[in-house]
């Protein structure tokens, strides 16, 4: 702010607060709208806006008041407190509005059910009461805390931070898919709130004009071009490569289907080290998708126990079934969770630190407090190993269980059922019928694809995703393995689908004599089971070259001895025979999964050519910006606003890195421009009079906009042609011109920026 603008007279209070108010309450709703995608909207949507709007209210009926700004903060913060007491404690609260000791000892329990809720749910979580609690609570808090920053410290930047973070939770939870309209309007309502409070802060110039006109525009324009950017190039940039070591970020499991993001991520870690005295390694489980509603497989949310204080029931098979416990040590080292992977059937879990449940119905073990990363525990199974006679002799089929897994929703697309009739119509035992499936989808009809779902728009899990896919038969393991579970229910069998790691790749270690496998992120996957009578689960691999077949010998050969100990059922022959194993089939995840070993990979040049293209783009936004600000500039003046015209001669100052201070008269500051920046003599003393005459006689003024627009114009050709080219200010003033971002008067301006 040069010194020939008028000051205003001083104000009883700060300006712009009812705009300023409004702003911080769009930014906050803004804020908070991605949390929609992980909480089921309900009474909670419309407390949060409700209060929000109400401690806004109060505080700018408040200051409106002068009331002290501590006292603001109390009223708001009693309001607040009142607020909840009503919604989540009026039967334990004083008149259903003051809180009582018994109301505040709900409140850990409240926040320990939430949170064991959010860790061990599933998105989009049922808006129960401890949940609504949190977000209700939370966002008051947010809110109070935001109005003092905003409107009594006035630091919107510091509020953007906390606004941009409380956005990011939801999609930190829930990784998934740019949500481009909730980013667009955070970004735009965070911009909205900087120019409101910057807005109150500009002095009012002569013919009533702010000073800061022109600014809204500006921003405007870096505003959109930030966001177009984040929007349309981000996504083509390549993912962040997650590296694995001391410093590396531990990855997470997904109890969903929704897998292809995570499977398509370029980055990988070592999620986890397995041995185990089996003859080969185990498959390991995090949860099982029981519920199937027609558009989405969802996690089972059942009982669960305390680890230490229950005991696993035992595995319960026929008498004839052989039954071997096998112990599996697993080392966690980049996987950060709430689900322990185990394998299955588990019957003891031992060696875990912290707080661990165990949920009997799928013997999967989650926790409510503790992690996953750093642990290090001992897995016993027991598992049924029937005969090829007994399973084709079995019937798939459960009856009394405690969740329904063979309905098959109304409206299933034809194909479903069709095929799994054509595919399975020479068998004639359940065990055929799916070993059948099994074949079909392993089969030369099939292909494994990360990237065709997307291509073709059917990379989901409800029943329209599975029959695009039976259509065009390429895909990955969700693809195969809700496919192949929903075929086995049109066929009337038990069925559903685990979520969890293949057996992974065997190294050179050994621990205990045991050949240590390590099992990457890359590794997550998702297999169908089938349960049948007198068995229990028996899981299927359909997924095209990958993991193991499920293999059954023959009576003759099944009495093989391993170094399992056999718990049930017959014993095995002294002397041992060959056993046929399945060896597992590493992951490919480029989109060709049968390439041939040797084949040449070309590289993709698309992320680097776009990250070129961001650079290019970039590199000319300032001096782009510069030139429509100055254009804008240049149109004011010459219809007669002389501060336009001497706004020009501030920016090339400032470009220049010459200091533009409030406390230097007009005249004073272009005889030091003339002086020590090659500025025009004639032009700067035509220019000075006429800032001078604008200031204390306004009339006239119009007449002389159009002659300062021509001296402001020469006045800047002449400074920059003046600037020494050894000092790089003339190339500094034109590719990252600073006048867009620092304005004349404020502290940046007066001082002499380095060469």
């Not at 006679?389 to 059922?417: F, K, S, T």
């Amino acid at each position: 702010m040069s010194a020939f603008e008028r000051t205003p007279a001083p104000a009883t209070r700060p300006r712009g607060e009812r705009r300023l108010t409004l702003a911080l309450y769009i930014a906050l709703l803004a804020a908070l709208a991605p949390l929609l995608s992980v909480v089921d909207p309900g009474a909670w949507t419309f407390a949060v806006a409700t209060l929000t709007a109400a401690l806004l209210a109060i505080g700018f009926v408040a200051r409106r008041l002068r009331v002290p700004a501590v006292a603001v903060t109390l009223l708001e913060a009693a309001v607040g407190a009142g607020a909840v007491t009503v919604m989540f404690f009026a039967d334990t609260a004083l008149f259903a509005l003051v809180p009582t000791p018994e109301s505040f000892g709900q409140i850990p329990v409240l926040i320990q059910s939430a949170s064991n809720e959010i860790l061990l749910g599933v998105a989009p979580l049922e808006p129960t009461r401890a949940v609504s609690f949190i977000i209700v609570a939370a966002m008051g808090i947010l809110t109070i805390a935001l109005d003092h920053v905003v409107l009594t410290a006035r630091m919107p930047l510091l509020a953007t931070i906390a606004l941009v973070t409380v956005w990011l939770i939801p999609a930190i939870a829930v990784p998934s898919g740019v949500n481009v309209l909730a980013f667009a309007v955070l970004a735009v309502a965070v911009l909205a709130l900087i120019r409101a409070e910057t807005r109150t802060r500009e002095t009012v110039a002569p013919r009533g004009r702010a000073d800061g006109a022109g600014v809204t525009a500006v921003a405007a324009a870096i505003g959109t071009v930030a966001i177009v950017g984040a929007i349309v190039a981000a996504p083509s940039l390549p993912p962040p490569v997650v590296r694995a070591g001391g410093n590396g970020l531990a990855a997470t499991i997904d109890p969903t289907l929704n897998l292809g993001d995570d499977l398509r991520q370029r980055g990988d870690v070592t999620a986890l080290r397995v041995r185990t005295n089996a003859s080969s390694i185990p498959y390991l489980r995090a949860t099982t998708l029981s519920t199937f509603t027609g558009a989405r497989w969802e996690p089972d949310r059942l009982r669960s126990v305390p680890l230490t204080e229950f005991a696993f029931d035992d595995v319960v098979a026929d008498e004839d079934i052989r039954v071997t416990e096998y112990r599996t040590n697993v080392t966690i080292e980049q996987l950060s969770s709430a689900y322990l992977p185990v394998a299955y059937p588990a019957v003891g879990v031992d060696g875990t630190e912290g707080l661990w449940r165990f949920v009997p119905y799928n013997r999967t073990v989650q926790t409510p407090q503790s992690n996953t990363l750093g642990q290090s525990y001992e897995v016993v199974t027991h598992l049924p190993r029937p005969t090829l006679e007994q399973i084709r002799g079995a019937e798939a089929r459960l009856d009394g269980g405690n969740v329904d897994v063979d309905v098959v929703p109304e409206g299933l697309p034809p194909i479903i059922e069709a095929l799994a009739l054509e595919v399975t119509a020479g068998a004639t035992n359940d065990f055929d019928r799916l070993s059948a499936l099994q074949s079909w989808f392993r089969g030369p009809d099939f292909t494994y694809s990360l990237l065709a779902p997307v291509q073709d728009g059917f990379d989901g899990e409800g029943a329209d995703a599975i029959a695009r896919f039976l259509e065009v038969r390429a895909g990955y393991c969700s693809h195969f393995a809700a496919a192949f579970a929903l075929m086995a229910r049109t066929l009337d069998m038990p069925s559903r689908i685990v979520v969890g790691f293949l057996p992974g790749t065997l190294t050179n270690d050994r621990e205990e004599s045991q050949r240590v496998a390590e099992v990457k992120m890359s590794q997550l996957h998702a297999w169908p089971e089938v349960f049948f009578e007198g068995i229990g689960w028996v899981p299927f691999e359909p997924t095209k070259s990958l993991g193991d077949v499920p293999r059954f010998l023959p009576a003759a050969i099944a009495g093989v001895d391993d170094d399992g100990e056999d718990v049930a059922g017959p014993r095995p022959t002294a002397t041992p025979t060959a056993t046929p194993s399945a060896t597992p089939v590493n992951p490919d995840f480029d989109d060709d999964a049968t390439a041939a070993p040797g084949s040449v990979q070309l590289v993709d040049l698309r992320p680097y050519l776009v990250t070129i293209g961001i650079i290019l783009v970039l590199g000319v936004t300032p001096t782009t910006l510069r030139a429509l600000r100055l254009r804008m500039l240049t149109r004011r003046a010459r219809s007669g606003d002389i501060t336009a015209a001497w706004r020009i001669v501030q920016d090339v100052a400032i470009d220049l890195g010459a200091p533009v201070p409030a406390s230097e008269s007009p005249r004073a500051f272009g005889m030091r421009l003339i002086e020590a920046h090659g500025a025009p003599s004639d032009e700067m003393r035509r220019l000075v009079n006429a800032v001078e005459h604008a200031s204390y006689a306004r009339a006239g003024a119009a007449e002389a906009g159009a002659r300062a627009a021509e001296d402001a114009e020469k006045v800047r050709i002449g400074m920059l042609d003046a600037a020494p080219t050894e000092s790089r200010a003339k190339a500094r003033a034109l590719l990252l011109p600073r006048s867009l971002i620092i304005r004349p008067g404020s502290a940046f301006a007066d001082r002499v920026a380095s060469a």
